[in-house]
Structures are given as C-alpha cells and as structure tokens.
C-alpha cells in the first residue's frame, strides 16, 4: 500500500481567507481523491483528481471554491478558497493502488473562526 | 451511482459480547466494499474488503464481515468486543464500473467495561 503525507495537519484560518492542503504519495498513482468530513458527519467525495487533466467535481463542489492542482504523480493540492466557518472540516487525499488498494491521508483539520 | 447505509447511529455493546455494525449497500454493477474505523483524532484506519471470493471476510484486529449478495448487506462482526474497540466505523462502496469510494454515515461504537 501507498504511504500519504498530508499537510498541514490542522490550521486555524480567518474567513475570506485561503488555505492550500498537500498530498504527497511515496509512488506512483493515476488517481487521487480527496474528501470533507465535516463536524460528526461521513466522508464526502469532493473531487478526484488525475494527472495531466482537470479534476472532476461531484455534485455540489465548484473549481472555484475548491481548485486542485495535480502536477504529477505523486502530488496534489486542494485549495479551500474564500472560507467561511461552514468549511470547517476534516480534508483528507486518498489514493488506490492497482484495484482495491485505497489508502488515506491522515487528514487536515480546518477551523475557520 | 453507488450508495451505501448504515442504519445505526449508535452501538453499544458490553465488553466481551459479540458486536455487529450494519451496512447495506446499492450499486448498478459488481460492488467492492470496505470497513475503516477512526479514533479519535486519527486518520482513516483500514479494516477489511470485500472484492471477490468467500462470503466472510476477515480483516484487523480480529473483525470479521459477511457479505450477503441477497440482502445486499455487509455487516461488520465480532466474537467478543474489547473497550478499546469503540471508535467510529464507516462502511464504504466502490462499484466495479468506478474507482472512487462512497461512505457510509458512520456508527459509532462504544463497548462498555
């Protein structure tokens, strides 16, 4: 399996402001994912990003609040622009190694005051 | 697109009871399934799948889950519950037609002493 260096790990940021997560994997990887869990709540899919091509967005996320960068494969960035106290989440990458072998980053924990 | 529940909020079972933590899921094509659990304060944590072959499945930590075609359930057991068992599980879904994976709700597990 995939080793994930996620960061930061936690930050706490003012609203209107921005903040960039990190994801770097230890190999390869066509596909990356990334999360929200939001207070007491599941993992929702925000987007998932492949290299060399825009990332694909689910049903209620935009490339503006959340623009991903993916330059490689082995790297990737979700920015959460423009914050409210809304986006105060948990963020985490994932990636999947060959068919089935997800693995998660230890997260971000975003507070927004 | 594929979905999956987790009827149960909560949990609780005494120390050294058998536990079960449901799941049931829908997917239009062949489904991979999956149980993490988190602690608190910590990442995602892999705990078994699914993806072809026997029925039971057996994974960390001496969790076991069955998976049952018919009923489209995959819940999570096991024998004799440990305190140190409560945390967080989330049941989760691939459909062999995607690679992303969705969540479950979440049940929060708690063993008492």
């Known amino acids: 399996s995939a080793v994930i260096s996620q960061k930061p790990s936690r930050d706490i940021c003012q609203r209107g402001t921005s903040l960039t997560i990190q994801c770097q994997v230890d190999?390869?990887?066509?596909?990356m994912f990334w999360y929200r869990q939001q207070p007491g709540q599941s993992l929702t899919l925000i987007a998932t990003a492949n290299q060399g091509s825009e990332a694909t967005y689910e049903s209620g996320f935009v490339i503006d609040k959340f623009p991903i960068s993916r330059p490689n494969l082995t790297f990737s960035t979700l920015t959460v622009s423009n914050m409210s106290p809304e986006d105060s989440s948990i963020y985490l990458c994932s990636v999947v190694i060959g068919k089935h072998g997800y693995t998660f980053g230890s997260g971000t924990r975003l507070t927004v005051v | 697109a594929q979905s999956v529940a987790q009827p149960e909020d909560q949990v609780n079972v005494a120390e050294g009871n058998p536990l079960t933590v449901k799941c049931t899921y829908s997917?239009?094509?062949?489904?991979?399934l999956f149980w993490y659990v988190q602690y608190p304060n910590r990442g995602l944590q892999f705990l078994l799948k699914?993806?072809?072959?026997?029925?039971l499945v057996k994974g960390s930590y001496g969790f076991e889950a069955e998976f049952n075609k018919s009923q489209t359930s995959f819940h999570l057991k096991k024998p004799s519950a440990l305190v140190s068992d409560s945390a967080l599980y989330f049941c989760a879904v691939r459909d062999s037609g995607n690679n992303d994976m969705r969540f479950g709700a979440g049940t929060r597990l708690t063993v008492k002493p």
């Open positions: 997917v239009s094509g062949n489904p991979y």
């Open positions: 699914y993806i072809t072959g026997d029925n």
């Open positions: 190999s390869q990887v066509t596909m």
